[in-house]
């Protein structure tokens, strides 16, 4: 079956340290996109990617990073920049250009926790 | 920029009722998509509908419809016959129409939690 496929679930972070998650899909997306939601704040976009070897900050790109070095996989690093990393995230994928299917595909998500 | 604004951070229906979520965005541009995407507890994120706009015609799934009024930039989501399982948070989105090097990002509301009494 088709899918995004995030992860892991739940990840642990100390003060300092840089992590990373990942999110790989097989639904043949150019685009791929990673989300923070927090409670009262909906989703805001962090990074976003149209095609292999390209990507742009969204509204929130501070203390993050990403690479997008096959079609698949769009890994997000949180690094020890952002100060406050504790949050649900979400990475999603869309075709492009948008042909009739344009609505995103989500992954199951990873809740990060500073400990 | 494109902002999108859910002025119900919370609702509330009877099993069975009919509930309307609200919605309003603000864009310059005439054609793009509106979407209402569903997060249960689970938190996977599915989609309920969709509307281009460029459609008049309401967009209908079973017991989920939209008002869709494109001069007053409103998009609500109407639910008909709630289930338990309609519970969740709710989250309208805006979608820009794809032309060669377009900005494809989906921009979402803060959402609306729905809570249906048995």
């Known amino acids: 079956d088709g899918g995004i496929t995030q992860s892991p679930k739940y990840l642990f972070r100390k003060e300092g340290q840089n992590v990373t998650l990942s999110c790989e899909q097989n639904l043949n997306h150019d685009a791929m996109y990673w989300y923070r939601q927090d409670p009262g704040q909906g989703l805001r976009l962090i990074y976003y990617s149209q095609i292999v070897n390209d990507f742009q900050k969204g509204d929130i790109a501070e203390g993050y990073s990403v690479s997008r070095e096959k079609k698949e996989s769009f890994p997000l690093t949180v690094t020890s920049a952002q100060k406050n990393p504790t949050a649900f995230y979400l990475c999603?994928?869309?075709?492009?250009?948008?042909?009739?299917?344009?609505?995103?595909?989500f992954g199951q998500g990873t809740r990060l926790t500073v400990v | 920029a494109q902002t999108v604004t859910q002025s119900q951070p919370e609702m509330s229906v009877q099993e069975a009722e009919t509930v309307t979520l609200s919605c309003t965005y603000d864009?310059?541009?005439?054609?793009?998509?509106l979407f209402w995407y569903k997060q249960p507890p689970s938190r996977q994120m599915i989609l309920v509908i969709r509307?281009?706009?460029?459609?008049?015609q309401n967009a209908t799934e079973n017991r989920f419809s939209v008002n869709f009024q494109k001069a007053a930039k409103s998009f609500s989501l109407k639910i008909s016959d709630s289930q338990l399982g309609d519970a969740a948070m709710y989250f309208c989105a805006y979608r820009r129409f794809s032309r060669g090097g377009s900005n494809y990002k989906l921009t979402f509301g803060k959402g609306t939690l729905l809570t249906v009494n048995p």
């Open positions: 509307q281009e706009a460029y459609k008049q």
């Open positions: 864009t310059s541009e005439s054609d793009y998509y």
């Open positions: 999603a994928s869309t075709r492009f250009p948008a042909g009739g299917d344009t609505e995103a595909f």
